[in-house]
């Protein structure tokens, strides 16, 4: 298998076209709002954000699998068309696999129901849920978690403890496209420049 090459699957490609990027952000699909926050929260500026990143790897059965498509012909080989900034995870095949979607939701939720009792707070009404329930809303900006815990009395005492847990930037590492880490890691990339899709020979 070639480490070098990315491969995207998507239903209804346009092979004549370049993708450009999104003008807005992305929820994601495979992994809570929660943990999708906190990742955010606590990515390295070096690493692309996942919001406005698209999806590969470097096996096309895996970017199928993880595309929740089937078909060989809905894979691709991706040719960017700039300099693309490229991580690659080194623990999973796809994130929503990764520890910290059990982890980190336990450790907030703990956190959140203090001396309460389990799933109490989880339980209170909306108002009574204060700011911190807005963690729990898609695509949150670093600043905008950042307040949240300084707002939340729940979560202030316990926001370097959370930061200290998110453990999913330490598995992943930056690369170059045509110089993988791995065979079989989840792939994500912010692509200014744009890139194209063409089949696989």
């Given at each position: 298998m070639d480490n070098g090459q990315i491969y995207h699957a998507k239903k209804g490609a346009d092979l004549s076209k370049a993708y450009t990027p999104h003008e807005t952000r992305r929820p994601p699909s495979n992994v809570s709002?929660?943990?999708?926050?906190?990742?955010?929260?606590?990515?390295?500026?070096?690493?692309?954000?996942?919001?406005?990143?698209?999806?590969?790897?470097?096996?096309?059965?895996?970017?199928?699998?993880?595309?929740?498509?089937?078909?060989?012909?809905?894979?691709?080989?991706?040719?960017?068309?700039?300099?693309?900034?490229?991580?690659?995870?080194?623990?999973?095949?796809?994130?929503?696999?990764?520890?910290?979607?059990?982890?980190?939701r336990k450790l907030v939720v703990r956190a959140l129901d203090g001396d309460m009792g389990r799933y109490s707070w989880v339980s209170q009404d909306r108002d009574e849920k204060g700011p911190a329930a807005q963690l729990f809303q898609p695509c949150l900006k670093k600043e905008e978690v950042s307040q949240i815990f300084e707002e939340s009395d729940m979560l202030r005492p316990h926001r370097e403890e959370i930061r200290e847990a998110v453990g999913f930037w330490g598995d992943v590492v930056s690369v170059e496209p045509g110089d993988l880490d791995n065979d079989e890691g989840e792939v994500f990339f912010e692509y200014e420049g744009g890139f194209r899709l063409h089949p696989i020979e």
């Open positions: 709002y929660l943990v999708d926050n906190l990742w955010e929260w606590a990515r390295p500026e070096r690493y692309p954000s996942r919001r406005n990143a698209k999806f590969g790897n470097p096996d096309p059965k895996e970017a199928l699998r993880s595309a929740h498509l089937s078909s060989p012909d809905q894979v691709y080989r991706v040719e960017f068309l700039g300099d693309p900034k490229v991580a690659q995870m080194t623990t999973d095949r796809d994130a929503r696999d990764h520890s910290d979607c059990r982890s980190l």
